[in-house]
């Protein structure tokens, strides 16, 4: 199993920035891809940016494209999403996930959320 912690979140006004962090533990070697997901009051779980375990192109929705920069340290075992010139419409839980694969199965695992508000 793979546990996430997701830190970083809070409040902060329009055009500011804020990085959140997600730390992995347990079977961290089995992790294949990790990304951020956001849910907005009232609306489903949606996607942000992902990056590969093995590197390569990072991916992200079109709304943050240019804003937010996902990274990682793997030393750390951290997953990081710089987010700038935030906009009230990013106010949402961030997910932290990460894909794995273990003995020829896919796990998907979830941190408990961090909220992020912007304020106008």
């Known amino acids: 199993q793979v546990q996430l912690v997701e830190s970083g979140g809070g409040l902060v006004q329009a055009g500011g920035s804020l990085r959140l962090s997600c730390a992995t533990s347990?079977?961290?070697?089995?992790?294949?891809?990790m990304g951020w997901y956001r849910q907005a009051p009232g609306k489903e779980r949606d996607f942000v940016a992902a990056i590969r375990g093995s590197g390569g192109r990072p991916s992200y929705t079109d709304s943050v494209k240019g804003r937010f920069t996902i990274s990682r340290d793997t030393a750390k075992n951290t997953v990081y999403l710089q987010m700038n010139s935030l906009k009230p419409e990013d106010t949402a839980i961030y997910y932290c996930?990460?894909?794995?694969?273990?003995?020829?199965?896919?796990?998907?695992?979830w941190g408990q959320g961090t909220q992020v508000t912007v304020s106008s």
């Open positions: 996930n990460a894909k794995t694969t273990d003995w020829g199965f896919a796990y998907d695992y």
């Open positions: 347990g079977r961290t070697g089995t992790i294949t891809g």
